[in-house]
Structure formats: C-alpha cells, structure tokens
C-alpha cells in the first residue's frame, strides 16, 4: 500500500499516542466494540492523524472517520471549528459521522447500527 502524505505525519506522533493512553470513557467503550474487525470485519484506527487532525476512529477500506463529542463541542467556537475540519476531511473524499458521548452508553446498538449503515458495501 502507498504512503499517503495526509495519513500519521509524524509531529503528531506523540499526540496521538498521549490520546490513546488517555481516552474518554465514551471511546474506550466503543473501542471494544470497534477493534479487532468486530464490526463487519471492518479495521478500525483509533487516534488516527489526517493531515493535522486527529479522527477519533479511522476506518480506511470504508474513508469513514467517527467522531465522539462531548459538552465542550455544544459551544459556538468548537462547532465551528469541527465545521472546518468536517469540511476539510470531506474534501480529501472522507466521511464523517458524529456521536454524542451519551449516545454511545444510551443507544450503543443504534450507534453500531448507524455506523454499520455508512458502509459503502455489505
């Protein structure tokens, strides 16, 4: 597989790692429901850098990035920030998909089901 340059550029390598070590419930708890092709047999990334944004999860054969948002996205500055960055991601042919942090304790079967249904194939 080709290197792309947008994918782990290595300045965020460090950053990344501090993420993985340090996840919200919300991420851990989907995490053991996403890693090791759980889902469709579909590998998932988790803290994975697209150009200079980290995606909380990565799915590569589906260009399916799934993001977790907690209270600090409910102010105007955050959602236009995550604004900029969906717009950055879809224009490199990404998908984004958002969850609330309560979803996933709340309605994880509708979160799968949902991430299930973003899927290009069967």
């Known amino acids: 597989m080709k290197h792309n340059p947008l994918h782990t550029r290595k300045y965020l390598k ?7 070590e340090s996840m919200t419930p919300a991420e851990a708890f989907l995490w053991r429901h996403l890693k090791s092709r759980q889902l469709c047999n579909r590998r998932f990334n ?6 200079n ?5 990565y799915c590569h054969s589906e260009k399916l990035i799934i993001e977790l948002d907690g209270e600090i996205h409910n102010t105007p500055e955050t959602q236009a920030y995550d604004d900029k960055r969906t717009a ?12 609330e942090n309560k979803m996933v304790f ?3 079967v509708g979160v799968l089901e949902e991430i299930r249904a973003s899927f290009n194939s069967p």
Do not use: N
């Open 46 to 51: 988790r803290q994975f850098s697209i150009g």
């Open 106 to 108: 709340d309605d994880l």
């Open 88 to 99: 950055y991601l879809e224009s490199h042919g990404y998908r984004v998909i958002r969850f």
């Open 53 to 57: 944004y980290i995606a909380d999860f």
């Open 14 to 20: 460090p950053y990344r790692k501090k993420l993985r």
